[in-house]
């Protein structure tokens, strides 16, 4: 299948777009930031994906990456810090390589690629052209996709549907439904906070400009005060394997 | 909370419609794009909406945390059911043919698809949601300036 210009175009625009937006996950600091830009970047994607013909592919992308994903990770952001820490250029340099190792793999894998859309690729030549003619003829259905997910492969569907089952029962098990509520506690900025001494919401919090000190004698005092919070609240502690 | 009043009216308006385009994606995917996974997303989408306009709390009141339990079981169970009584039926498991062998148009494998998107439609929502209830029940509540 040969692509009119107008379509060729809004794909690499769209392929562009997720360049950038990559950049601009990679370039930020503030985690809220870098959420939402996730959820930008798999509505992108699912929009790419829609301009491949894969509609079915499209939809799950926008809905389970734009949606539920983006809100379980800032469910996980509130629990743990706002801002990312700042990584030293020598800590980067170990996964730059990796990353530039595997990026020339994929160019080198790139060439035994299919062209998009030919019919004599692996994908398309085999079972595939079984399951679009069975379909017609066995299933009477318009969505081949469908077709394929429930009744060809339902042995696969049913797996997965066990799977999820497995996840969300998996979370139950070590958070319990209600999170354990009430027994609850998270370290926002390194903030320790529990659910029964819960303080007056003010996680991003400025510190307070202070007189000129020798720097020494602060970073003690600030060890010391530190020591003593954790003293006092040890006692409120949940207790550890706590299910609600 | 009334700072969110206009969250509140408009998602009160789309959270009805989110769902009603769930069921929409749910029943049509035999036709269209979607099916059950896609459909178990979106509604879990329209409650995690109203938990996030409304709160917790309310989201809980509305869909009980035991529903959720309840409903990650009953999917796979009615996923697995439906394989059990093709076997019963004489066929092989998930032989959804064997609901209505004697039909021209494989109606049999209509009602099976339909019955096995409707397990997975239980699991998925109810599984998300759970996720979702785990989480956000430990969360802090997010203080209004950082809106």
């Not at chain 1, 595939?128 to 017609?136: E, F, M, N, Q, S």
């Not at chain 2, 494998?109 to 929502?125: R, Y």
Request: overall charge positive.
């Amino acid at each position: 299948m040969v692509h009119s210009l107008p379509v060729l175009i809004m794909e690499l625009g769209f392929m562009a777009m997720l360049v950038v937006v990559a950049f601009a996950i990679l370039r930020m600091r503030s985690l809220f930031a870098i959420v939402m830009l996730q959820g930008v970047y798999s509505l992108l994607s699912a929009a790419w994906f829609v301009s491949l013909d894969a509609v079915d592919v499209a939809f799950t992308e926008a809905a389970v990456g734009a949606g539920i994903s983006t809100v379980l990770m800032l469910g996980a952001m509130l629990l743990t810090d706002r801002d990312a820490r700042i990584i030293s250029t020598k800590q980067k340099l170990g996964p730059l390589i990796v990353v530039i190792i595997a990026g020339l793999a994929m160019f080198y894998a790139l060439g035994d690629m299919p062209a998009f859309g030919d019919a004599h690729s692996p994908a398309n030549a085999g079972v595939g052209a079984d399951y679009i003619a069975a379909t017609r003829n066995e299933v009477f259905l318009p969505n081949v996709v469908t077709a394929v997910l429930a009744s060809f492969r339902g042995y696969d569907t049913f797996g997965e549907t066990v799977v999820i089952f497995m996840a969300g029962l998996g979370v139950v098990l070590l958070l319990g439904l209600n999170g354990n509520a009430g027994k609850w506690n998270a370290k926002p900025n390194g903030q320790c906070i529990a659910a029964r001494n819960k303080p007056p919401m003010k996680i991003a919090s400025v510190p307070k400009p202070q007189k000129p000190k020798p720097k020494r004698q602060v970073a003690v005092k600030k060890k010391v005060a530190v020591k003593k919070k954790v003293a006092k609240r040890k006692p409120a502690k949940p207790k550890a394997g706590g299910t609600s | 909370m009334n700072q969110h009043l206009i969250l509140q009216v408009v998602s009160k308006m789309m959270i009805p419609l989110i769902v009603l385009f769930g069921f929409y994606v749910q029943f049509h995917g035999d036709f269209g794009p979607g099916g059950g996974f896609q459909a178990g997303v979106i509604i879990a989408a329209a409650v995690i909406l109203y938990a996030l306009v409304f709160g917790v709390d309310a989201a809980k009141k509305a869909v009980p945390p035991s529903w959720v339990r309840i409903g990650m079981t009953l999917g796979v169970l009615i996923y697995g059911g439906t394989g059990v009584a093709t076997w019963l039926l004489g066929g092989e498991f998930l032989n959804y043919t064997f609901f209505a062998p004697a039909s021209t148009h494989a109606a049999g494998q209509h009602w099976g698809i339909l019955s096995v998107e409707l397990g997975v439609l239980c699991t998925v929502t109810s599984a998300m949601l759970a996720i979702f209830y785990a989480f956000a029940s430990r969360m802090p509540d997010l203080p209004d300036e950082d809106w």
